[in-house]
């Protein structure tokens, strides 16, 4: 079983960037692609990006394409998202999450999930 941490959220304006982090215990990170998700208010969970186990591919939705970069390292059992120029529509709370496919982006498809970090941005 692998238990996930999603840290780096935060109140920030438009415009800004953050980084966010996956620390993963249980097990080696490096089983698992990894992807992040994101929610906002009274919407469903929508992908945001996944790795693979390696970290050599990696795919993102294209409202965020350009804009994010997912990287890993797998000697610190840990995944990070690179969110630069935030804009108000990617306010939501942000998940990471383990799967042992590749090619996922049904949040369906992911067996385990961090308990979220806020990322809220103001105009």
């Known amino acids: 079983q692998v238990q996930l941490v999603g840290s780096g959220g935060g109140l920030v304006q438009a415009g800004d960037s953050l980084r966010l982090s996956c620390a993963a215990s249980g097990r080696a990170l490096s089983e698992y692609s990894v992807g992040w998700f994101r929610q906002a208010p009274g919407k469903e969970r929508e992908f945001v990006a996944r790795?693979?186990?390696?970290?050599?591919?990696?795919y993102y939705q294209d409202s965020v394409k350009g804009r994010c970069t997912i990287s890993r390292d797998n000697a610190q059992n840990t995944v990070y998202l690179q969110i630069d120029r935030l804009n108000t529509e990617d306010t939501a709370v942000y998940y990471c999450?383990?799967?042992?496919?590749?090619?996922?982006?049904?949040?369906?498809?992911?067996?385990?999930w961090g308990q979220g970090t806020q990322v809220t941005v103001t105009s």
């Open positions: 790795i693979s186990t390696s970290g050599s591919s990696t």
């Open positions: 999450a383990t799967t042992k496919w590749w090619g996922i982006i049904s949040p369906h498809g992911y067996d385990y």
